[in-house]
């Protein structure tokens, strides 16, 4: 059965009940206090459950035993233990409180789950201040914490706190539904029966409520009260249900609204069954049972938003701190909007949610013997709680509930203290769980859960292979790189740790020890691609021309060997590698690029071919990696959201789930937004059901998952652009989106595509936002009185024919410094000081180092900077859209290829809007380049700067790039692309 949470900002989705860890089963017997019977882990995916009501043709309930079976995540436990809180519920069909909470740590220093329950005549929610309050009817329980246990319980040990009930006050004919502390020790409860609000302090209810609350039937009309949230201790704002009161609760739509008591108005409309109303930072927050979501309202002016959106009807809310907690309530068929699987039951349950990232961080699944769940609280400071209520007394005749008198707490605690059961989490499940949170993104919580499957002895080498993996995505490669070595000297027959080895140490850039690991690790399966990762490995920096020169032959020589082999890998399951740093090499990568499309076995998967777009919009899919706050997201938001829906149906194909504001643009832009399975298959599928009639890649090259999928076929028509510019060599690539403005003569023998040219750079670049207030030098540790040349590129662009310009800068201008900006990977960034070592063994002191730069600070320096360097070969591209936005000359010498010739396509726009009134700076040789660049960053640069600021409106915001941008799309996908095709 599927459980699926949705939500905007970021995006969840989380997996089928079946894929919960553990499991519990609890007893009751009538006339005494719940019993709980130990249960061992489930096997993650194979969890049997007896039909609960099997038994001998009568419900268990009817039988004396009905039992409570659930399922919890792995992290659900250790994530109460690290908050230190206890989760409590209140249920009803049996009506109690299901208390949930960490079990003492065991010898593998890893929490199980330990629940209780407590049995009631009725409960309908629970409220938590210094005591515990339980409603239930017409009735109120009060708990107090009981500071000395028995020595019985004592000695059970596993909680921290135990709380019996004291005391009951009765409240005639009422039903209370909702319940909350306020000031002074009072409890307010709801009274949905009569639509009123009552206080209860250490004496009793109160005959008349406070004034404001007096007014709920007035404001309430014919409809009903659901629920109230405090504001200072005292009722301020509460949902109402609209009607005659008569709606059933589980009508998928009854309209409802929020009135301020204060102001006795209502604040917000247009909701459907609103309950569980709570302000947390200044904002209401509530349940929006009929829509099934959760809400936000702002208090100024009324506006709600849902901020998630649930498969199922959810029943309770709570927060505490960041995290929110929702439960869902009783079975009920789905309705129609349930598709597939309309018939399904839905089963009671509790989300915790961190608010900070809005990822899901614990899941508790009732399977048997609880219809709903009512209400949910965290009680704080103690990972364990007992919770003692009434004791049920049984007669023949009838079943009564009474306080336990004093002479009775420590028996009655010391059979609770037995009445336990504890999950405990085996290293299987963990690994499980933890890969599960990983391909979610939530990679913090499966670093936590792998630290502990690690420490679970024995030592595992498949537990640290999984934790280096979590520590990469992180973004702690040498952290990854320990726990791979670890693995590796465990067991040398472990493939996965081996390569994975070998490929961190490549990535680190230690390329001969890791291509060493590949080549002797075991061979896996006939799809490995160890081999084809050993033959593409190449450094960020290289040493020399004359190393680059090596490594470049030694590469080819490897890839034609096994071509010769037979080698083919099969990418139905396997993931091609990209060959991301050959472009940097400065050379013309067709011929390499098809050769590895040689090895690589795509699929054709499209199910249909051109077909006719008449009458319909063009159905358009475009995928990447990157649609983020990222260049290739900056390139492309605003010419995809321009797209016109009348013209185009399209999709965002995500390889991750990301929620940043280009993230979330694109989302509400396009008619679809999937994130991809990580499994290719899956993804290739998922692509190929929206049946496209052209997918549009952004880049490839850049990410294993995209560019794996361009070898396959999932749409008639495929086309790529140039997120990452370099050929593909892929044949189910039809077209390479491109720009006269990019390209040189002859481009056409640069692709295995068709070459498909815009005549304007296509783009619709939106201007950069700079800070109001322009950075001082010194703030960044920078001299006054310097000439600084900027070039805050990637560290892998810095080619080595770059050295000799940038040593001819320093040589010519004496108060010269090159500001560069560290690589994320230390050992980047050394390998490129050694050889400046090298190259300017007099001049590399004049280059200053800065740490890596949040956006605006990045924006800051480049308008600090007298002048940008473009990088040789592979020069910038939305850096200098940029640098020009920030009025900042970039000295460019035009490359043979487009990845070199983007900051010229840039002065080119320029200058054709301005009939060419000043010299772009572009150079035409590398000693044009320094001598252009030493000119305009002394006393020949304020013309130059002059021009720019004058005219650089024309790169930004272009509607006319992304009106032919559109065009082309159409024209590729229904067979008219000719005009836009190169040919020789």
């Avoid at 993104?441 to 498949?462: C, F, K």
């Avoid at 996965?496 to 291509?515: E, F, S, T």
């Avoid at 770059?802 to 201008?813: A, E, T």
Wanted: charged share 20%; with cysteine.
């Amino acid at each position: 059965m599927a459980w699926f949470i949705h939500t905007a900002s970021p995006e969840i989705l989380i997996g089928r009940t079946e894929d919960l860890a553990n499991n519990g089963t609890v007893q009751t017997q009538c006339g005494r206090r719940a019993h709980l019977l130990p249960s061992t882990p489930a096997q993650l995916h194979r969890i049997a459950m007896p039909d609960p009501t099997d038994c001998n043709g009568e419900s268990r309930a009817t039988c004396g035993q009905p039992s409570i079976r659930f399922r919890h995540t792995a992290d659900l436990p250790l994530l109460l233990q690290r908050v230190h809180c206890t989760l409590l519920a209140a249920t009803a069909a049996p009506a109690g409180v299901l208390v949930a909470g960490a079990a003492p740590m065991r010898g593998n220093g890893i929490p199980g789950l330990t629940c209780s329950f407590t049995p009631y005549d009725d409960v309908t929610g629970i409220a938590v201040g210094r005591q515990v309050a339980v409603a239930g009817g017409s009735s109120i329980w009060i708990h107090d914490e009981v500071t000395k246990p028995s020595a019985v319980a004592a000695q059970a040990g596993g909680f921290g706190k135990q709380y019996v009930a004291r005391a009951e006050w009765s409240l005639a004919e009422a039903r209370c539904d909702e319940l909350a502390w306020g000031a002074d020790g009072a409890v307010w409860v709801l009274d949905s029966r009569s639509n009123r609000l009552v206080t209860i302090d250490e004496h009793g209810p109160l005959d008349s409520a406070n004034s404001l609350a007096s007014n709920l039937i007035d404001v309430a009309g014919s409809g009903r009260v659901t629920g109230f949230a405090l504001h200072e201790g005292v009722p301020r704002f509460v949902t109402i249900r609209k009607g005659d009161g008569t709606t059933p609760a589980t009508t998928t739509r009854c309209e409802g609204e929020i009135v301020d008591l204060v102001a006795e108005a209502v604040i917000a409309g247009g909701l459907s069954d609103p309950v569980s109303p709570r302000l947390r930072r200044g904002r209401l927050w509530l349940l929006d049972r009929g829509n099934r979501t959760l809400t936000a309202v702002d208090l100024a002016d009324g506006r709600s938003r849902a901020v998630t959106t649930f498969d199922e009807r959810p029943s309770g809310l709570a927060f505490w701190r960041n995290l929110a907690l929702v439960s869902f309530s009783e079975k009920h068929l789905a309705d129609a909007r349930d598709a597939p699987g309309a018939a399904d039951l839905h089963s009671p349950g509790i989300l915790v949610v961190d608010m900070a990232t809005g990822a899901v961080v614990g899941r508790l699944q009732i399977e048997a013997g609880v219809g709903a769940i009512r209400g949910v609280q965290l009680l704080t400071n103690t990972s364990f709680a007992l919770i003692c209520g009434p004791q049920q007394r049984y007669s023949p005749t009838s079943l009564s509930w009474s306080l336990p008198n004093s002479d009775e707490t420590s028996r009655y605690l010391a059979e609770a203290s037995r009445s336990l059961v504890t999950t405990t989490v085996d290293r299987d499940s963990l690994l499980a769980r933890a890969i599960q949170v990983q391909q979610a993104g939530r990679m913090t919580w499966a670093v936590e859960l792998l630290q502990h499957a690690v420490n679970h002895p024995p030592p595992s080498a498949i537990a640290l292979n999984d934790l280096g993996n979590a520590w990469q995505e992180v973004g702690d490669l040498s952290a990854a790189i320990s726990c791979y070595r670890r693995a590796s000297a465990h067991d040398r027959n472990y493939h996965p740790a081996r390569q994975n080895y070998g490929l961190a140490l490549i990535h680190q850039g230690r390329v001969d020890a890791g291509r060493r690991q590949l080549e002797e690790a075991p061979c896996a399966a006939a799809d490995d691609v160890s081999p084809i990762i050993a033959a593409l490995a190449l450094p960020p920096v290289y040493a020399s021309v004359e190393d680059l020169r090596q490594r470049r032959a030694a590469m080819v020589h490897r890839v034609d060997q096994l071509l010769r082999s037979g080698l083919q890998i099969d990418t139905r399951h396997a993931l091609a590698p990209t060959n991301f740093r050959s472009a940097y090499q400065g050379e013309n990568d067709r011929d390499l690029q098809e050769k590895l499309g040689q090895l690589y076995r795509g699929h054709d998967v499209c199910p249909h071919r051109r077909s006719d777009v008449t009458g319909r919009p063009i159905r358009l899919g475009v995928i990447s990696a990157h649609l983020r706050d990222h260049t290739i997201g900056r390139l492309n938001v605003a010419r995809l959201e321009r797209l016109s829906r009348s013209r185009f149906d399209w999709s965002i194909f995500s390889v991750g789930r990301y929620a940043d504001a280009i993230a979330t643009r694109l989302r509400n832009s396009s008619a679809r937004y999937i994130v991809l399975p990580a499994e290719i298959n899956r993804a290739r599928q998922a692509i190929a059901r929206q049946r496209l009639d052209l997918l549009l890649f952004t880049d490839v090259g850049m990410d294993p998952l995209s560019s794996t999928l361009a070898f396959s076929r999932m749409a008639p028509v495929q086309a790529v652009t140039w997120g990452h510019p370099v050929t593909t060599g892929s044949p189910h690539i039809d077209y390479y989106l491109s720009s006269t403005l990019l390209e040189p003569p002859g481009a056409h023998a640069h692709y295995n595509e068709q070459l498909a040219c815009l005549e304007t750079m296509g783009v619709c670049y939106e201007a950069p936002k700079f800070p109001a207030a322009t950075a001082a030098r010194s703030q960044f540790g920078l001299s006054e009185s310097a000439t600084l040349y900027a070039c805050p590129q990637s560290l892998f662009k810095f080619h080595p024919d770059f050295d000799s310009v940038l040593r001819r800068i320093l040589q010519s201008d004496h108060r010269a410094e090159i500001v560069l900006i560290e690589a994320e990977i230390p050992y980047w960034t050394e390998m490129l000081r050694s050889r400046f070592r090298t190259t300017m063994p007099n001049e590399h002191r004049r280059v200053r180092w800065l740490p890596r730069l949040p956006r605006d600070r990045y924006l800051d320096l480049l308008r600090l900077a007298d002048v940008v360097l473009d990088p040789l070969h592979f020069g910038g591209g939305n850096s200098s859209y940029e640098a020009l936005a920030a009025g900042v000359p970039v000295v460019t010498l035009s490359g043979r290829f487009l990845r070199g010739r983007i900051t010229q396509a840039l002065y080119a726009k320029m200058a054709a809007a301005t009939k060419g009134e000043a010299r772009a700076p572009v150079a035409v040789d590398e000693a044009d380049y320094a001598a252009l660049a030493v000119s305009l960053a002394n006393d020949a640069g304020g013309a130059c700067r002059d021009w720019i600021a004058a005219h650089r409106h024309v790169l930004f915001d272009d509607e006319r790039e992304a009106a032919e941008f559109a065009d082309c799309l159409a024209a590729l996908a229904t067979d008219q692309a000719g005009r836009y095709v190169q040919h020789a």
